[in-house]
């Protein structure tokens, strides 16, 4: 399984450049109508939905628990399939489905990260990505009440945050691929 996220440590960096750009855009346009938010959270969960289930399958043959990473990511692009085919979707229910997108999430990177945890150093990143996913949903579904601008610069800021530890991430499991490259170049 390790090997697997080594080799294809470019997926998870480009979920983290995504979810920076997605971040950015909800920070500096926080005054942003729902219709607009609707649109960047589609277009951010689609494109990592998408990165997603391309890995899982590409991997098939290799990791034999594919089919949950592309679970994964057929939820994410269902979940932006959903908010851009209701576009008078109400702030609540956009609000609880952002939530509930990040609360799984959020799970899955957790439990993927303590099944890395012998094998990867820095796995904390992970786990912490995933319960920073668990905790922002939880307090979307407990206070959905704020104020639309509040909502953008919140959102904004964990997806910035999530990018970013993603990138770290990333970064760390392609120094892995190095290794294990090197490792299998060199003579028994």
Do not use: C
């Amino acid at each position: 399984m390790l090997a697997f996220w080594a080799r294809n440590w470019w997926m998870v960096a480009l979920r983290g450049l995504a979810a920076i750009v997605f971040g950015v855009m909800a920070l500096v346009w926080p005054g942003i109508t729902l219709m607009a938010l609707v649109l960047l959270f589609v277009a951010y969960v689609v494109m990592d939905g998408i990165l997603v289930a391309f890995t899982a399958v590409s991997e098939r043959a290799k990791y034999e628990r594919w089919w949950a990473m592309l679970l994964q990511g057929l939820l994410g692009i269902l979940a932006g399939v959903v908010a851009f085919v209701w576009p008078g979707i109400t702030t609540l229910v956009l609000l609880y489905l952002i939530a509930a997108w990040a609360v799984v999430i959020g799970i899955w990177t957790v439990v993927a990260a303590i099944q890395l945890r012998k094998e990867l150093e820095g796995e904390w990143l992970l786990i912490l990505s995933g319960i920073l996913s668990v905790l922002f949903g939880l307090i979307l579904m407990v206070r959905p009440g704020a104020g639309a601008v509040a909502i953008a610069w919140f959102i904004g800021a964990y997806a910035i945050v999530l990018g970013v530890l993603l990138i770290i991430f990333a970064f760390r499991l392609r120094e892995l691929d190095k290794e294990i490259q090197s490792a299998l170049e060199q003579p028994a």
